[in-house]
C-alpha cells in the first residue's frame, strides 16, 4: 500500500478510501517524481512572443570553476522582434556584451551564461529582455548542493484491531544530488521497516508503516526522519492511526442459551459429513481470529474435525467454516464444543457441534426354517429375506463353513446390505446321515448385536426313518430346557408322564408338580433370555447346552497332521454322536461316530490331509449329538420328542513346505485400535476384518493367558474378497486404562502380521457443575419468580442419566427445568432455575443431583449436593409524574404518549394495571359516563426491572368534546398471574377532547368594497353566525376531512347550516369587490379547512336559488387560497372575490369544510348594477334597536346605515306615514322617530339614519318602513325594538352594548398582502360613559414594511359625530417599521346616544407620493410649455402629445375617414363600454394625462359607545360613577350648542370666490412682514433662553405698579366682601366665563378663596387635563422606551428635616407675605 495524505482519520470510509486507491496514488506519486526528476530548464514559457526557459539553475558546482549554460530565445510571432538584454549586475554571472537580438518569426538565438562562484553560498540574479511590447525576466539561481529527501507530510494507516497489525507503504525520495543517508525515530505503535538506509542521488525508498496498537483509541504520531552526512537535517512524516475492539459473531441456524449449535443429526456409521457456520464480523475493521477445542474427556474419540484453526475475517462479512462428522460408535450423540477468540476482543463466542451416530437396523424375515424330511443323498433349498431399514449400510456374515460344506450352507454366506434394503439368503440343506438335523446358525452384523436363524430338517433312509422334527418341536424344547428337563432322555420322560410324575400344560408341554418342582432344578428364565452378543460368544458352551467340545478350534500350521478333540454329554441319557464330513474333504474325524454314555467324555481325532501342497485350508466341523433312543420313530413319544444338539469345530491349516514363500494376504482392518466403554460390566465391540485380496487368507489371533479380553473366532479362513467379523468380549476391571496388544497372524507366517489394540478402562460418572456449586439469586418480590441459568456438565465418556432432587418443603419455592434427563458425554447442559419466595426471607437451599450411566440403570447412583441462595422482598412501583397530561386531542383520533414508571426497589415485580375513567361534560349528557373507557395500554400486564424504568404506550381515542381523566391503579402479581395485593393508585392521565376550531377574526374590504366598515361586513357576512357555528359540535354523520366529498347529492341532508355571505354591490365595470378574512386557529390541534364550489361538491345546482346558469356564477365568485391548514394559534387570510362583469344578483353555493368539524353552506351573494343607477345596498331587511326602558325621559339616538353601492349620488327618503300611525296607537307618544328622513348619500359612502326608539309598554315593537330611493328601488325595512321595565330586573340591569356588534377582533398577527400599516387594536369599545365626560383610549398605528415609509392620515369630517371624536395624532408619517401612539378621545355631549363609529385611516406608501409629485411637476411644466408656444404642423407630420386634464379622449385629425362601412353590431352597455375604451386605446400615443394620486389604502376603527344622562348612569351605574370626570363648563354649554349645532355644517375654511382670496391675501402679507421683521426674529431667539413654565396658565406675573401690604395692615378678610347686596370676591368676576387674575390669587393666600379655586369648573378640568396629558406623555414614552413601566421602584432616601427646617417654603422678601404661622404651599 501507498499512504494516503491529508484524511481524517475518525471516518471509516476514509481507511477504505486508503487501501481502496493504492494503485492510484501509486501512480500518481511516480508521475510526481519524473516531473521533478527533469531539470528546471526544461520548464519553459512564452513572454512577448518569445519562447524561453523561465529559469537557470546551476545545481552541481564547485567555487573557482566556471560552468556555462546556454539560454535559448525562439520566435514564436509571425513578425520580426528585436530584443535588447541588459546582463547580470551580478559579477559571478557573466553573459555576452548587450546587444540587440533581431530574431525572424521561427529563428532562436543561443545566450551563453557562464557562472563563475568564488565561495559555497548562493546565488541570485536575472537578466531583463526588452523589446517594443514589453520586459521579462530570466531569473538565474545557483545554491550549493545539499541532503533534500521528500517525504510526505501525513501517513494514514488503515483501521486496525486491538493488538492486530496493519501496514501501508510510501516512498521517500532523495531529490538532492548527494548520497544521503537516512535513520528513522518512531514511537508505539508505530514501527517503520527500513529504519535506516542510504539513497544515492535521485533514488527512492519504499518504507512501511507498520501499526499495532494495543487499545481502542485514535492515534497520531510523528516519525522523524533524520538525514544529512552529519545528522543535520530532520523532517516529520505525521502518522494517523485508528483500532478498534474486535468482535466475531458465530451464525447457526440453531441457538442454546446463547450458545450457537451447528447440529448434524443423524449421521450413518462410517460416513462423513460436513457442514458450515459462519463466522460474522459487524466491526469496521478485519479481525484476526483462533478456533479451538476445548477441554474434553480423555480416551474420547474424536468425531469432529474443523481444518482451520485461525484466520482472519475482513470487515462485515462472513467467514465459512467448515466441520466434519465422521461418527464410529452406532447409537451414540457425540458433543464438542469450539472457542471462538480474537486477540484484543472482549468476548468469547461459543459453537456447540453435535451428531448422532446411526447403524444398520438389520432383521430376518423368519426366525424358523423348516426343511421338512428328505431322503439321504437329496438336497432341499429354502429362502429367507434378509432387510435393513436403517441408513447405513450392513456387512453380514453367517457363522457357517466359510466352503459351505456344512449341512445347512446359506448363500452367500457374508456380503454388505444397501442402506433401506433388502438381500434374499438361499439356504441349502444337504444331509449325509438318516437323522433329524437342528442347527442354530448367528448371523453377524457390524456394529449390530448378531441374529439367529433357526435351520430344522430330518433325513430318512430305507433303513432309518427317525420322527420328523418339526418347529412345535423346536418351542416346547425351549420351554423344557426353562423347566430343567431337558437332562432327561426322552423315554425317562415318556414312563414319568404315564407314572404321572409329570403333567402337560395347555400348550402340550411337559410341566412337574408342585411337589417335584423344589427338587428339580429350574433355571431363571433371565438365565434363557440371554443377550445376543452373550449367547453369540459363549456357543454351545453355554447354559442349557447338552454336549461341549475341546478345544473348539484347531491350528495344523506344521508339526503332527492329526490333533485330538474331547467331547462331553451333560446329560443324563445316552447321546449318539455323528461327524458329518464331505468326501474329498482336507479334514477328516475318526471315528465318524460314536455312543456317550451319560456324564461322560470321549476323545476324536481329527486328520489333516491336504490334497495339494502349498494351500490354505479352513472348515467348520459339525457334530450333532441325539438321544440314542430317538434312532428309531417307532420308540419316539411325540409329546417327549427333543431336538438334537449340534457342536461345531473350527479347523485351519496350511500345506506349504519348508522354505516355500507363504501368500502375501493383502488384508484391511478396520479399526485397528479399539476402545471399549467405561462400563463396570461385560462389554463386546467388532472388528471388521477383510480379505482385499483375490486369495484365500487365514487368520490367528493368541490372546495372552488371562487377559480380560476374550475374541471369537481367534481362527479362521477368509475367502477371497470376503470379511470376517470378530466379536471381542470385555470382562469389568477396575483400575487405571490399560493397553492391551493382540498379535494377528495371516498365512500362518510370522511375517505377515498386524497388531490389534484395545483400551479398556472402567471409570466412574463425573459430572461438574457451574460456579463451584453454588447458585446465587438476584433479589425476587415475595410472589414473583427469578430464573436463572445454570450449567452442568458430563466430563466421562458415558451418557449419564441424571435426576435432581428437592426436599418437598422446598418444592414451592425452588424448581428446575429438566429436572431430569441424560447427559451425552462431554454435554454441557443449560439448566433453568427458577426461585419463587413466599415470604421475605433469606433462603438457602440445599438439592441434591443424582447420576447414573445410562447403559446400566441398576448400578449405584452417584450425588452432589448444590447450596442455592435467594433473597426475597417486597417491591413497589411509582409513576416518574402523578399527572400525565394529553393536552388537546382530536376527537375521533388516536393520541399517544409514554407513561414512565419506576421501580426503585433491589428485586423485579411483575404487575397489573387498571384504568378507571371519568368525563367531565359541560352540558352534562347522561350517556356519557358510559362511554367505554377510551385510554388504552399497550401492556396492561408486564415487569418491571429493579431500579429501572420502564415506558408504558398509552394510546387515547376520545368520542366527545369533554375532559377526560384517568385513574391507573396497579397490582402486584405473581408469577402464575394471580393479584396478591390490593389495588394502589398509580397516577392520572388527563386529556381534553377537542374538535379543530376555526375563528373569524378580523375582516377587511377591498376594492369596491373597502368603503365598507368591519361591523357593516361582519353584519354582511354574518360572521358572527358563522363562529357560533363553527364553534359547535360537528354532526356524527359528517366526512371527517376537509378534502373529502360526500357521495351524496342532496347538499341539504347534512349541511343543516346555511348563511348568507353577502359580498356587496358596486357598478358595472367597478373593481372586484374583495373581502380578506383572518381565520385564525383558537384551539390547540391543526385545523385544515376548504372552500369547495358546486363542481368540488360534485352536486347538482337546481337545489339552489340562482339568477343565472352556474358557469357564470363560478366564473364572477373566487376563493384565494380554497383550502389551508392552520397550525394552533395561527392566522391566514382568505380572500373572497367578487367581479363586477355582469348585471344583475348572482347566488353561488359554497361549502366551507373543516377537517374533523363542521360543514357549513354559504351562500355567496353579489350584486352588480348600472353605471347610472342609483342603488342603496341594504345588508337586511331586518333592524333590531337597543333594548330600551320604559319612562326613560331621555332615550338614547341610535343609528341605522345606508350604503350606497352605486356610482351616482342617491337621494334617499324614509317614508314616516307607519311611524306616525305607530305614535297615534300609542296614544300620541313618539315610540319611533326618525330624525333625518331624507337626504343624500354619495356613491361608495354610507349616510346613517338617527332613530329614535323611546318603547311605552314593556314588549317589542315592529313596524315595516319604507326607504324610497329617487329614481331607484325602494325597500322595505322591519325596525324592531323592546322596553322592557327597569324596575323587575332587580339589581341586574340589562344595559350593555348593541349585541349585534362585531367582537373585539384579535392582533393582527401577520400582515395581509399588499397591506401598508396596521392597527392595534382594531376595535375600541367604550363602553358606557355619562353625557359631558370624555373618555380616551390609546392604540398603535404601525407600518408593516421595514424600509418603506408610509403617510397617514385620519378622515373624521364625514363622520356624524365628529366634533365628538378626536384623533391625536391626526396625521403624520411613519418611517420602515415606526410604530405610534394614537389617542381617541370621545366628548359625550347632547343627549344620549349609541355610538357605532367607524373611523377611517387613510395610509399612503411615501414613495407613491413622491414619485406623483414628480410626474404632476413635469405634467405642469409641459402644460406652460404648451401655452406659451405654438407648433406649425406640416402635412404628413403627427401633432405633438396633447394634455390632457381628464379622461375625454380627443380623436387625431389624420384619421383616415371610410367611404364604407359595416353594420354596427346589436348595441349593448358592454359594447359601448368597450368601444370607448378602444378608442381611448387608439388616441393614448397623442395624449399626455394629468397623472393621478396616488390611492391610499383605508384602515378602518371600530368605536361603539354608549352614552346615558347623569341622573340615569348615577342610578344605573353607581359604583362606576367615580370613574369618570364630569366636565361642568361643557354641561353648561352642551346643551345649547348641541341643539343649535346643525347636524352637517359647511366649514369658513371651505369657502371659495372673492372671500377667500381676500383672506389669502391678508395672511400672506402678514406672513411676509413677519418674515422680514428682525425685531421678531429676535425675539423669538430670545425665547428659546427664557425658562418653559411648566403651565402657562399658573406662572407668577407681578406688575410693577403693585406694592406689598405693610405689615402694619390686617390681613385680608377670610370671607367674601358683600357689595351692594351682591357677594363678590376680590378680583374675581361672577361672570361664567370670565377668568381669574393670576396676580391675584396670587397676591391673596386665602383658604376660602384657595378652595374656591379648587371647585370652579376651569380649575378642575385644567386638573384633569394636566393628569390626563401626564398619563398620555407616560405611554409616549413607555412606548419610545424612554421609561420602563414594570421597572422596580427604588427608594430615595431624603436628608434630615432639621436641615432645612429654616428654608422650608420661604421665598425672597419681596415676593413673600409676612408669616403667620405655619403655612402651606399654594397648590399647583
Request: with cysteine; aromatic share 8%; charged share 20%.
Amino acid at each position: 500500500m501507498l499512504a494516503e495524505i491529508s484524511l481524517n482519520p475518525l471516518k471509516s470510509d476514509t481507511f477504505q478510501k486508503a487501501a481502496c486507491t493504492k494503485h492510484e496514488l501509486q501512480g500518481a506519486k511516480s508521475r510526481q517524481l519524473a516531473e521533478h526528476g527533469r531539470g528546471a530548464e526544461s520548464r519553459r514559457g512564452c513572454f512577448l512572443g518569445v519562447e524561453t526557459q523561465k529559469q537557470l539553475v546551476w545545481e552541481s558546482w564547485e567555487p573557482g570553476r566556471e560552468v556555462t549554460k546556454s539560454l535559448t530565445l525562439k520566435n514564436v510571432h509571425s513578425k520580426l522582434q528585436k530584443l535588447h538584454f541588459k546582463p547580470p549586475i551580478s559579477g559571478v554571472f557573466i553573459t555576452l556584451f548587450p546587444k540587440t537580438i533581431v530574431l525572424s518569426p521561427g529563428t532562436s538565438f543561443s545566450l551563453p551564461v557562464t557562472f563563475r562562484p568564488l565561495e559555497k553560498r548562493k546565488y541570485s540574479d536575472s537578466i531583463e529582455f526588452r523589446s517594443r511590447a514589453g520586459t521579462f525576466r530570466v531569473s538565474l539561481h545557483a545554491a550549493p548542493p545539499r541532503h533534500v529527501l521528500e517525504i510526505p507530510d501525513t501517513v494514514l494507516l488503515p483501521p486496525c484491531a486491538v493488538q492486530d497489525t496493519s501496514w501501508v507503504t510510501f516512498v521517500i525520495h532523495n531529490a538532492s544530488k548527494l548520497q544521503t543517508s537516512f535513520m528513522w525515530e518512531v514511537e508505539a505503535p508505530f514501527q517503520l521497516s527500513p529504519m535506516n538506509g542510504e539513497l544515492a542521488a535521485g533514488e527512492d525508498c519504499c518504507v512501511t508503516a507498520y501499526f499495532r496498537p494495543q487499545e481502542a483509541l485514535v492515534y497520531q504520531g510523528e516519525a522523524c526522519c533524520v538525514y544529512g552526512a552529519q545528522e543535520e537535517s530532520r523532517c516529520t512524516v505525521l502518522l494517523r492511526g485508528l483500532s478498534k475492539y474486535p468482535h466475531l459473531q458465530v451464525c447457526t441456524l440453531q441457538k442454546e442459551d446463547e450458545w450457537s449449535v451447528l447440529d448434524f443429526g443423524s449421521v450413518p456409521v462410517g460416513k462423513t459429513k460436513e457442514k458450515y457456520f459462519d463466522i460474522f464480523n459487524p466491526c469496521q475493521v478485519s479481525a484476526p481470529f483462533r478456533l479451538s477445542v476445548l477441554h474434553r474427556p480423555a480416551l474420547l474419540e474424536e468425531v469432529f474435525q474443523c481444518d482451520v484453526r485461525e484466520g482472519r475475517v475482513e470487515p462485515r462479512a462472513p467467514l465459512k467454516v467448515p466441520v466434519r462428522f465422521s461418527p464410529q460408535t452406532v447409537d451414540c450423540t457425540s458433543v464438542d464444543y469450539y472457542s471462538v477468540t480474537c486477540p484484543g476482543g472482549v468476548s468469547k463466542t461459543m459453537l456447540k457441534v453435535t451428531g448422532t451416530c446411526v447403524g444398520p437396523l438389520v432383521s430376518l424375515g423368519m426366525t424358523v426354517l423348516d426343511f421338512g424330511c428328505l431322503e439321504l443323498g437329496t438336497e432341499a433349498v429354502r429362502t429367507v429375506t434378509l432387510s435393513n431399514c436403517g441408513l447405513a449400510e450392513a456387512r453380514f456374515q453367517f457363522d457357517v463353513d466359510p466352503g459351505g460344506h456344512g449341512v445347512f450352507a446359506p448363500e452367500p454366506p457374508c456380503g454388505i446390505l444397501p442402506p433401506r434394503g433388502s438381500l434374499t439368503i438361499h439356504v441349502h440343506f444337504r444331509p449325509r446321515l438318516p437323522i433329524a438335523h437342528y442347527r442354530r446358525v448367528a448371523c453377524l452384523l457390524l456394529h449390530r448385536d448378531p441374529l439367529f436363524l433357526d435351520l430344522i430338517g430330518t433325513c430318512h433312509s430305507e433303513q432309518l426313518k427317525p420322527a420328523i422334527l418339526k418347529p412345535r418341536h423346536l418351542h416346547l424344547y425351549w420351554l423344557h430346557l426353562a423347566r430343567g428337563l431337558t437332562c432327561y432322555p426322552p423315554d425317562v420322560l415318556s414312563t414319568m408322564l404315564e407314572e404321572n410324575k409329570l403333567q402337560l400344560d395347555q400348550e402340550g408341554a411337559l410341566l412337574l408338580p408342585e411337589d417335584l418342582q423344589i427338587k428339580t432344578p429350574v433355571l431363571d428364565p433371565a438365565q434363557l433370555q440371554r443377550a445376543p452378543a452373550e449367547e453369540y460368544f459363549q456357543g454351545s458352551s453355554g447354559v442349557g447346552s447338552a454336549v461341549t467340545v475341546d478345544p473348539p478350534e484347531l491350528l495344523f500350521h506344521g508339526g503332527s497332521r492329526s490333533r485330538s478333540v474331547s467331547v462331553t454329554n451333560r446329560t443324563k441319557g445316552t447321546l449318539n454322536l455323528a461327524w458329518t464330513t464331505a468326501p474329498g474333504w482336507a479334514f477328516s474325524v475318526e471315528p465318524a461316530s460314536r455312543d456317550l454314555a451319560p456324564l461322560k467324555s470321549t476323545a476324536f481325532w481329527v486328520v489333516y490331509t491336504p490334497p495339494l501342497d502349498n494351500m490354505l485350508h479352513g472348515a467348520q466341523l459339525e457334530c450333532f449329538a441325539f438321544y440314542k433312543v430317538l434312532r428309531n420313530h417307532h420308540q419316539a413319544d411325540d409329546r417327549t420328542l427333543c431336538p438334537p444338539c449340534c457342536v461345531t469345530l473350527r479347523v485351519t491349516g496350511h500345506s506349504f513346505q519348508p522354505g516355500c514363500e507363504h501368500f502375501t494376504p493383502r488384508v484391511i482392518l478396520q479399526r485397528p485400535l479399539v476402545v471399549f466403554p467405561p462400563l463396570a460390566e461385560t462389554c463386546y465391540q467388532m472388528v471388521l476384518l477383510q480379505n482385499a485380496g483375490d486369495l484365500p487368507l487365514t487368520f490367528r489371533l493368541d490372546p495372552d493367558e488371562g487377559l480380560p479380553v476374550a475374541v471369537r473366532h481367534t481362527t479362521g479362513l477368509v475367502a477371497p474378497r470376503a470379511h470376517q467379523i470378530l466379536m471381542l468380549r470385555s470382562s469389568p476391571e477396575a483400575g487405571s486404562p490399560r493397553e492391551h496388544v493382540l498379535p494377528l497372524w495371516f498365512n500362518g507366517s510370522s511375517k505377515h502380521t498386524q497388531v490389534l489394540t484395545v483400551l479398556r478402562s472402567t471409570e466412574r460418572p463425573q459430572v461438574s457443575l457451574e460456579s463451584d456449586g453454588g447458585l446465587f439469586f438476584q433479589p425476587t418480590a415475595v410472589g414473583s419468580r427469578s430464573m436463572r441459568s445454570w450449567r452442568i456438565r458430563n466430563e466421562s465418556r458415558m451418557p449419564l442419566s441424571f435426576r435432581w432432587s428437592v426436599q418437598d418443603s422446598e418444592h414451592s419455592v425452588l424448581s428446575v427445568d429438566p429436572e431430569d434427563g441424560v447427559l451425552q458425554p462431554n454435554e454441557s447442559l443449560a439448566q433453568v432455575w427458577s426461585f419463587t419466595p413466599l415470604a421475605e426471607s433469606l433462603c438457602t437451599l440445599k438439592p441434591s443431583l443424582m447420576f447414573w450411566p445410562t447403559q446400566s440403570p441398576g448400578c449405584k447412583k452417584s450425588r452432589l449436593s448444590v447450596r442455592v441462595v435467594g433473597f426475597a422482598t417486597q417491591g413497589s412501583i411509582q409513576a416518574e409524574s402523578p399527572v400525565l397530561d394529553l393536552g388537546e386531542v382530536l376527537v375521533g383520533s388516536c393520541k399517544s404518549c409514554d407513561l414512565p414508571l419506576l421501580n426503585h426497589g433491589p428485586c423485579a415485580l411483575c404487575f397489573s394495571l387498571d384504568v378507571q375513567q371519568s368525563i367531565m361534560v359541560p352540558d352534562q349528557p347522561q350517556n356519557a359516563q358510559d362511554d367505554p373507557i377510551a385510554l388504552k395500554l399497550e401492556h396492561l400486564e408486564g415487569m418491571i426491572a429493579a431500579r429501572s424504568r420502564m415506558l408504558i404506550r398509552c394510546t387515547a381515542r376520545l368520542a366527545r368534546r369533554a375532559s377526560y381523566c384517568w385513574s391507573i391503579r396497579y397490582q402486584i402479581v405473581n408469577w402464575h398471574g394471580s393479584v396478591i395485593s390490593e389495588p394502589q393508585a398509580l397516577c392520572q392521565v388527563q386529556g381534553r377532547g377537542s374538535y379543530p376550531t376555526l375563528e373569524v377574526v378580523d375582516a377587511e374590504g377591498g376594492g369596491a368594497a373597502e368603503g365598507l366598515g368591519r361591523m357593516q361586513l361582519w353584519s354582511m357576512l354574518s360572521l358572527s353566525g358563522l363562529n357560533a357555528h363553527l364553534r359547535q359540535d360537528p354532526s356524527p354523520e359528517l366526512p371527517p376531512g376537509p378534502g373529502g366529498h360526500s357521495p351524496r347529492h342532496q347538499l341539504p341532508g347534512f349541511t343543516p347550516v346555511m348563511l348568507d355571505f353577502d359580498l356587496c354591490a358596486a357598478a358595472l365595470g367597478s373593481e372586484p369587490s374583495s373581502v380578506t378574512l383572518t381565520l385564525e386557529n383558537t384551539g390547540n390541534i391543526t385545523a385544515e379547512w376548504c372552500f369547495l364550489f358546486p363542481e368540488d361538491q360534485k352536486v347538482k345546482l337546481e337545489f339552489w336559488p340562482e339568477t343565472s346558469g352556474p358557469s357564470s356564477a363560478e366564473q364572477l365568485f373566487s376563493v384565494a387560497p380554497r383550502a389551508g391548514k392552520l397550525r394552533p394559534d395561527q392566522q391566514g387570510a382568505v380572500q373572497l372575490i367578487y367581479r363586477h362583469d355582469l348585471m344583475g344578483t348572482f347566488s353561488l353555493p359554497v361549502l366551507l369544510k373543516v377537517s374533523h368539524g363542521r360543514q357549513i353552506l354559504l351562500n355567496f351573494t353579489g350584486v352588480t348594477v348600472a353605471c347610472d343607477h342609483p342603488y342603496v345596498h341594504f345588508t337586511s331587511s331586518k333592524h333590531n334597536f337597543a333594548p330600551v326602558a320604559i319612562g326613560e325621559f331621555d332615550p338614547p339616538r341610535q343609528t341605522y346605515d345606508l350604503y350606497n353601492a352605486g356610482a351616482v349620488p342617491v337621494t334617499y327618503r324614509v317614508d314616516i306615514t307607519p311611524l306616525e300611525q305607530l305614535t297615534v296607537d300609542n296614544f300620541g307618544h313618539p315610540v319611533l322617530q326618525c330624525l333625518n328622513p331624507s337626504g343624500e348619500v354619495q356613491p361608495g359612502h354610507t349616510a346613517p339614519l338617527q332613530w329614535i326608539f323611546s318603547p311605552l309598554e314593556a314588549k317589542t315593537y315592529s313596524v315595516d318602513v319604507s326607504i324610497h330611493v329617487l329614481e331607484g328601488d325602494s325597500s322595505l325595512v322591519t325596525f324592531q325594538g323592546c322596553g322592557f321595565d327597569a324596575r323587575a330586573l332587580g339589581d341586574s340591569p340589562p344595559l350593555w352594548l348593541q349585541g349585534d356588534h362585531v367582537d373585539v377582533p384579535r392582533p393582527q398577527k401577520a400582515p395581509l398582502p399588499g397591506q401598508l400599516a396596521v392597527l392595534s387594536p382594531k376595535q375600541l369599545s367604550l363602553g358606557d360613559v355619562p353625557i359631558c365626560s370624555r373618555t380616551t383610549r390609546i392604540f398603535f398605528l404601525k407600518n408593516v414594511s421595514s424600509t418603506d415609509a408610509v403617510l397617514y392620515s385620519w378622515n373624521l369630517a364625514q363622520q356624524v359625530h365628529c366634533s365628538e371624536v378626536q384623533i391625536h395624532p391626526a396625521e403624520g408619517a411613519l418611517a420602515g417599521g415606526e410604530s405610534v401612539l394614537c389617542t381617541l378621545t370621545l366628548q359625550a355631549v347632547g343627549g344620549p346616544c349609541i355610538y357605532t363609529l367607524d373611523l377611517i385611516c387613510q395610509v399612503t406608501a411615501e414613495g407613491a407620493v413622491v414619485q406623483y409629485e414628480r410626474e404632476l411637476q413635469r405634467w405642469e411644466q409641459e402644460g406652460e410649455r404648451q401655452r406659451d408656444e405654438f407648433i406649425i404642423t406640416e402635412s404628413g407630420v403627427r401633432p405633438a402629445t396633447v394634455l390632457q386634464e381628464c379622461d375625454v379622449v380627443v380623436r387625431n385629425a389624420d384619421t383616415p375617414v371610410r367611404r364604407y362601412k359595416t353594420l354596427p353590431p346589436i348595441p349593448s352597455e358592454r359594447s359601448r363600454l368597450a368601444r370607448a375604451e378602444r378608442r381611448a386605446l387608439r388616441n393614448a400615443p397623442s395624449v399626455w394625462r394629468r397623472p393621478e394620486p396616488p390611492r391610499s389604502a383605508l384602515l378602518h376603527l371600530g368605536m361603539v359607545a354608549r352614552s346615558h344622562s347623569l341622573p340615569d348612569f348615577q342610578r344605573n351605574f353607581p359604583r362606576r360613577f367615580h370613574t369618570h370626570y364630569i366636565q361642568r363648563s361643557s354641561k353648561r354649554s352642551g346643551a345649547d350648542a348641541c341643539e343649535s349645532r346643525p347636524l352637517l355644517t359647511d366649514s369658513p375654511l371651505s369657502w371659495r370666490g372673492p372671500e377667500g382670496d381676500a383672506v389669502m391675501h391678508v395672511l400672506t402679507c402678514i406672513i411676509r412682514s413677519l418674515l422680514e421683521d428682525p425685531l421678531f426674529h429676535q425675539s423669538l431667539v430670545e425665547s428659546f433662553n427664557e425658562p418653559v413654565p411648566y403651565f402657562s396658565q399658573l406662572r407668577t406675573m407681578q406688575p410693577q405698579h403693585l406694592q406689598p401690604p405693610p405689615p402694619s395692615e390686617p390681613p385680608a378678610p377670610d370671607g367674601p366682601v358683600r357689595t351692594g347686596g351682591s357677594t363678590q370676591e376680590p378680583g374675581i368676576s361672577m361672570k361664567p366665563q370670565a377668568r381669574i387674575p393670576v396676580s391675584e390669587i396670587q397676591q391673596d393666600r386665602d383658604p376660602q378663596i384657595r378652595e374656591t379655586i379648587c371647585r370652579l369648573p376651569e380649575f378642575c378640568d385644567l386638573t384633569e387635563d394636566v393628569l390626563l396629558n401626564t398619563l398620555q406623555n407616560l405611554m409616549k414614552e413607555a412606548h419610545h422606551g424612554e421609561l420602563i413601566l414594570t421597572a422596580r421602584p427604588r427608594a430615595i432616601a431624603l436628608p434630615p428635616t432639621t436641615g432645612r427646617r429654616s428654608g422650608v417654603g420661604r421665598e425672597p422678601d419681596i415676593k413673600a407675605p409676612p408669616r403667620r404661622g405655619s403655612t402651606s404651599s399654594p397648590p399647583s
